[in-house]
C-alpha cells in the first residue's frame, strides 16, 4: 500500500512543481483510493474507526488556514485530509510536522542562498511527499 501512496504522491508532487496546481480528477481518485484503504485497514483492526475520522482533521486545519490566509494550496489540505483517512491521527500530525519542517528548512536555505524572495510562494506538495517517504519506509522499528 506504502508503494502505492507512494507512487501517487510523487505524480502530485511533479505535478505540484511543474504547473503549480493540481486536477481535481486525480485529487477524487487519491480520495476514494485512500478512503478504501483506510475503511481495509479499520475491517482488519489494524485502525481505529475514530482515529480514521480525526486523521482528517490536519487536513481540515491546512484547508482553513489556506482558505484564511490565502498562504497555502486547497490540494495541500486535501492531500493530507486524504492521507489522513488512511494514516490516522498520530500519524497524520507526525506527517505534517514532518513536511512543515522540511519546507521550512527548505525556504531557510533557499532565502540565504537568495535564490527566492520572502514572497515566493514554494510548492508544498513535495514536502508532504519526502515527509511521507521518511514516515514510511525511514522510520520503521
Not at 493540481?22 to 480520495?31: D, N
Request: charge should be positive; hydrophobic fraction near 60%.
Amino acid at each position: 500500500m506504502q508503494v502505492v501512496i507512494s507512487c501517487y504522491l510523487g505524480i502530485l508532487a511533479l505535478w505540484d512543481v511543474r504547473y503549480r496546481k493540481v486536477p481535481v480528477w486525480s485529487l477524487i481518485i487519491g480520495a476514494l483510493l485512500l478512503a478504501g484503504m483506510g475503511v481495509w485497514k479499520c475491517v482488519h483492526g489494524t485502525l481505529f474507526w475514530w482515529t480514521l475520522f480525526l486523521g482528517v482533521v490536519p487536513g481540515l486545519a491546512m484547508l482553513i488556514v489556506a482558505k484564511c490566509t490565502h498562504m497555502a494550496g486547497y490540494a495541500d489540505g486535501v492531500v493530507l485530509a486524504e492521507l489522513g483517512l488512511y494514516l490516522g491521527w498520530r500519524n497524520s500530525v507526525l506527517l505534517l510536522c514532518i513536511s512543515l519542517m522540511l519546507s521550512a528548512v527548505c525556504c531557510i536555505l533557499l532565502l540565504a542562498l537568495r535564490r527566492v524572495q520572502r514572497q515566493t510562494q514554494i510548492p508544498f506538495l513535495p514536502f508532504l511527499f519526502a515527509g511521507f517517504m521518511i514516515q514510511s519506509f525511514g522510520m520503521r522499528g
